[in-house]
């Protein structure tokens, strides 16, 4: 199975600061198709998962610009430009390129310092 | 737009039986993949199973393969999981899920329904 490594698990920001999350995965996600195949999720508390962003850098409709992704073949990063209150939660990387499974990274918490 | 609506989650004691429904509306279901996944409390996401726009497929992760049972009625708009000889660490919010195309494998989600296996 393909093993997504996220760091930081935890994530103290200052509101209007910077954050930025990495994921690695064990594989290249580099598809035939030469596309890269990352998502990320942001889950805030007491809600399910929302995409916001697919194939590495494409933003989901209604996602704010402050949030960014890059990488490629085997690491990632999610960035946020500056911190607001709703962006609290916990964020996840996911690939769907060697399935089954579909696999996720453990999460990385981000909160307000 | 699209949304997806779990039911059928509660309480059941180990050994017991449960089935879930997802009820999907705002995308023509029948072309798509879908998705279990579940989230134990305080944990992370796990896959569990998956199935074929048509049906015809399915998959399963190893922590339920032979006790779970993915299954959809296109004419409905619906997928089902039928969970079997549940233990307690199938406890966990259920999500339903989209698979929008080629590997992406996971957009929307749905609201959950929570499965609690207790004696």
């Known amino acids: 199975d393909v093993v997504m490594t996220q760091s930081p698990l935890s994530l103290p920001v200052t509101l209007g600061q910077p954050a930025s999350i990495s994921c690695r995965s064990s594989?290249?996600?580099?598809?035939?198709?030469?596309?890269?195949?990352l998502s990320w999720f942001q889950q805030r508390p007491g809600q399910s998962p929302r995409r916001l962003i697919y194939?590495?850098?494409n933003r989901d409709s209604g996602v704010p610009d402050r949030f960014s992704g890059s990488g490629s073949g085997t690491d990632f990063t999610l960035k946020i430009s500056r911190v607001e209150a709703e962006d609290v939660g916990v964020y996840y990387c996911?690939?769907?390129?060697?399935?089954?499974?579909?696999?996720f990274g453990q999460g990385t918490r981000l909160e307000i310092k | 737009q699209v949304q997806l609506v779990e039911s059928g989650g509660g309480l059941v004691k180990p050994g017991g039986s449960l089935r879930l429904s997802c009820a999907a509306s705002?995308?023509?279901?029948?072309?798509?993949?879908m998705s279990w996944i579940r989230q134990a409390p305080g944990r992370g996401l796990e896959w569990i199973s998956y199935?074929?726009?048509?049906?015809?497929?399915?998959y399963y992760a190893d922590s339920v393969k032979g006790r779970f049972t993915i299954s959809r009625d296109n004419t409905k708009n619906s997928l089902y999981l039928q969970m079997n000889t549940l233990r307690v660490e199938d406890t966990a919010v259920y999500y339903c899920a989209r698979d929008p195309d080629t590997a992406n494998k996971v957009d929307y989600w749905g609201q959950g329904t929570l499965v609690t296996v207790s004696s």
């Open positions: 594989q290249s996600l580099l598809y035939r198709d030469g596309n890269t195949y």
């Open positions: 996911m690939q769907g390129v060697y399935w089954p499974p579909i696999t």
């Open positions: 194939q590495v850098s």
């Open positions: 199935i074929t726009s048509s049906g015809s497929a399915t």
């Open positions: 705002g995308f023509t279901f029948s072309d798509h993949y």
